[in-house]
């Protein structure tokens, strides 16, 4: 089974509508991390969590909110989608505190408002 | 706002030919890392090197590091029709580890 795993994998949705992605992990990291991907921008944080009582907004946070729910599970919901949200959504993980440790990254979500 | 750059945007090359990207970044670091993003996929961390480094080697990967000039490069040798992908630079600056990514370097290695 994956370590990081996203759902759904693809979404269209209308503007206006709520929408949450769901990330799972099994590697036991405290760390956890959202960033969307627009073609030609790289990927930008949007949240971030420390750990189940630690979430602290990215680069880019306006229009979303997050949740986590336990050490396993990082949520990031549209709470009123727009089009200029279309994008790919990664969810990724992290060891804690160790300076340099590699992110593991989900398969993404590929969202579509209209 | 993005740390890195990388650099060309895009690389076009034959298969056995050596590619090399170039990262470049404004502040100081405490590391880089480069990772690799198979199209529509979750990007793969690649390779680690700290700002104490100047060389690193995985492979066929060599990475080198200038914090002089804060640039880095990621050499693929003998490339393969499967090393096409998206490549991106990372860089650590702030106490919390947190990686600030670059726009990335699409590699396209014809067979």
């Known amino acids: 089974d994956a370590d990081v795993t996203q759902t759904p994998r693809n979404r269209i949705t209308k503007t206006g509508k709520r929408i949450m992605l769901e990330c799972s992990q099994t590697?036991?990291?405290?760390?956890m991390y959202w960033y969307r991907q627009d073609p030609g921008l790289g990927l930008r944080l949007i949240y971030y969590?420390?750990?189940?009582?630690?979430?602290n907004k990215g680069e880019i946070s306006d229009g979303y909110s997050v949740s986590r729910q336990a050490q396993a599970k990082f949520s990031l919901s549209l709470e009123s989608a727009i089009p200029n949200q279309t994008a790919l959504y990664f969810c990724?993980?992290?060891?804690?505190?160790?300076?340099?440790?590699?992110?593991?990254f989900g398969p993404g979500t590929r969202l579509t408002v209209l | 706002s993005q740390q890195g750059e990388e650099d060309p945007q895009a690389l076009s090359i034959q298969e056995g030919e050596n590619a090399t990207m170039n990262c470049s970044y404004k502040?100081?670091?405490?590391?880089l890392q480069w990772y690799r993003q198979n199209s529509g996929r979750g990007l793969v961390h690649l390779i680690l090197?700290?700002?104490?480094?100047r060389e690193k080697h995985s492979g066929r990967l060599r990475v080198t590091l200038d914090t002089s000039k804060k640039s880095s490069s990621l050499l693929i040798t003998a490339s393969r029709a499967a090393d096409t992908a998206s490549y991106f630079c990372?860089?650590?600056?702030?106490?919390?580890?947190?990686?600030?990514f670059g726009r990335g370097t699409s590699l396209i290695v014809h067979p």
């Open positions: 090197i700290r700002s104490n480094e």
């Open positions: 502040t100081s670091i405490n590391n």
């Open positions: 990372a860089t650590d600056a702030g106490g919390s580890y947190i990686p600030t």
């Open positions: 590697k036991g990291h405290d760390r």
């Open positions: 990724a993980t992290s060891d804690p505190g160790l300076a340099g440790a590699p992110q593991f």
């Open positions: 969590s420390f750990d189940v009582k630690d979430i």
